[in-house]
């Protein structure tokens, strides 16, 4: 018997709160408290996904395992850098997979989002490219930010700026979507 799906809001709570839970403790408490909250929260969130679900998609698997190592040492050693090269390592490791997928041939975007639409092989693979590029751009964002600025922007950055340029950089690959598009043929 399979298990039944998450509902959108459930979904949308479990990825966005340990984010939230981070920022929020940020601001009363500090990283280290935050970065200990974040580390909790998602650890639930992906449990919950778990239960839920019965299966846990890679991508947040990949991220909570960074979180909890990143995290752990940032608490342990008493050094922040960890958890603020932990989006570096991630968006590196997202970018290495999407474009190794592309290199081998077997974009990676096909078997994540195959499930919910269908594109030509040379849309998932353009779709695989652009992602893979700007996970890299993250990558050097990141990095640039939390070296040159204070610990506070740096938060803010994490929690707002990299959310708002991963929305627009989504609208933006709206266009290459629609005209990769594939309509299911009806069966029978």
Same mark, same amino acid.
């Given at each position: 018997m399979t298990?039944?799906?998450m509902n959108s809001q459930l979904r949308l709570l479990l990825d966005f709160s340990?984010?939230?839970g981070f920022f929020v403790t940020y601001k009363l408490?500090?990283?280290a408290a935050a970065t200990g909250v974040l580390i909790v929260m998602t650890l639930v969130s992906l449990t919950i996904t778990y239960v839920k679900e019965?299966? #846990?998609?890679p991508m947040p698997l990949v991220s909570?395992?960074?979180v909890t190592v990143m995290g752990g040492l940032t608490l342990y050693l008493?050094?922040?850098t960890f958890i603020k090269i932990k989006p570096t390592i991630v968006n590196l490791l997202f970018a290495t997979l999407l474009l190794g997928g592309v290199y081998t041939g077997r974009p990676m975007f096909k078997y994540v989002l195959g499930h919910a639409m269908t594109l030509t092989e040379e849309g998932w693979k353009r779709l695989s490219v652009r992602w893979g590029i700007f996970f890299i751009f993250l990558a050097i964002l990141n990095e640039? #930010?939390?070296r040159n600025f204070t610990t506070e922007f740096?938060?803010?950055f994490k929690v707002f700026g990299m959310f708002s340029l991963t929305m627009l950089f989504t609208f933006a690959q709206l266009p290459l979507i629609k005209r990769c598009w594939v309509d299911e043929e009806p069966a029978g």
């Open positions: 298990p039944p799906s340990p984010l939230a408490a500090g990283l019965r299966k #846990i998609a909570g395992v960074i008493h050094d922040d640039c #930010i939390w740096w938060v803010d």
